[in-house]
């Protein structure tokens, strides 16, 4: 059996697709030892649409076909995506992550990185690992976010226990956007050896650096407990 895993609680279903049928096979085999978790399809993207399953485990080159756009459309109708990729390049990663995959896993991190990413994605957890920390951190573009007054609000909202999609709609900003700053922030912690792997401790941490204050958390949720 594999670790215990943190994520959701209860059964956790799962479809993957890919165009390799060993790939296929691979992934069932590691599925398949964690009795938590069942997979309900596997094969064509075609049958592949919102609500398939708890988690989408979907390789981003199908037959040839980059399928970023897919990302999107799932991803914007509710579904968690994985992405499981050969294919690591900074554009590929971002372009996955930013289309509103849950998580992004290379196919050479193996079994451990996978099996972890399934019930975080489910439980709306962020699992980030050795690739897309690479990818996130070394990100430099100009639209890299930073500590904005919105985004410092969806940080707050987020440490209400407030779940990713509540905070998108009381802040006004995506799903896909409050994902990206926790990856983004707990990466930049652990990268000085700060490492916060629960919202209580990165709500530490934004307080040890002022980013938040004791006060901001009490009046927040004040606010949240009159709404």
């Known amino acids: 059996?594999?670790?215990?895993?943190?994520?959701?609680?209860?059964?956790?279903?799962?479809?993957?697709?890919?165009?390799?049928?060993?790939v296929i096979e691979g992934i069932q085999a590691w599925l398949s030892e964690e009795p938590r978790i069942t997979v309900v399809h596997t094969g064509d993207a075609a049958e592949v649409g919102p609500g398939v399953a708890d988690v989408l485990v979907l390789d981003l080159n199908l037959h040839g076909r980059l399928v970023i756009t897919d990302i999107a459309t799932l991803a914007a109708a509710g579904q968690r995506v994985i992405a499981f990729s050969q294919m690591t390049e900074q554009r590929v990663v971002l372009e996955a992550l930013e289309a509103g995959a849950c998580e992004f896993v290379a196919k050479n991190e193996g079994?451990?990185?996978?099996?972890?990413?399934?019930?975080?994605?489910a439980g709306d957890q962020p699992y980030?690992?050795?690739?897309?920390?690479?990818?996130?951190?070394?990100?430099?573009r100009a639209s890299r976010p930073k500590l904005s007054s919105q985004e410092r609000t969806a940080l707050l909202w987020w440490f209400q226990s407030m779940s990713k999609a509540s905070v998108a709609r009381r802040t006004g900003v995506s799903v896909h956007s409050v994902d990206?700053?926790?990856?983004?922030?707990?990466?930049?912690?652990?990268?000085?050896?700060?490492?916060?792997?629960?919202?209580?401790?990165?709500?530490?941490?934004?307080?040890?650096?002022?980013?938040?204050?004791?006060?901001?958390?009490?009046?927040?949720?004040?606010?949240a407990a009159g709404g």
Do not use: C, F, W
């Open 1 to 22: 059996m594999g670790e215990p895993m943190a994520g959701a609680s209860g059964p956790l279903s799962v479809a993957v697709v890919d165009d390799h049928p060993v």
């Open 111 to 121: 079994r451990a990185h996978l099996v972890n990413a399934v019930p975080a994605a």
């Open 128 to 140: 980030v690992t050795p690739t897309a920390a690479g990818v996130l951190a070394g990100d430099r």
């Open 180 to 223: 990206v700053y926790i990856r983004r922030a707990r990466v930049k912690y652990a990268q000085v050896g700060r490492s916060a792997p629960t919202k209580a401790d990165m709500l530490a941490r934004a307080i040890e650096d002022g980013l938040v204050t004791p006060d901001d958390i009490t009046g927040y949720e004040s606010a």
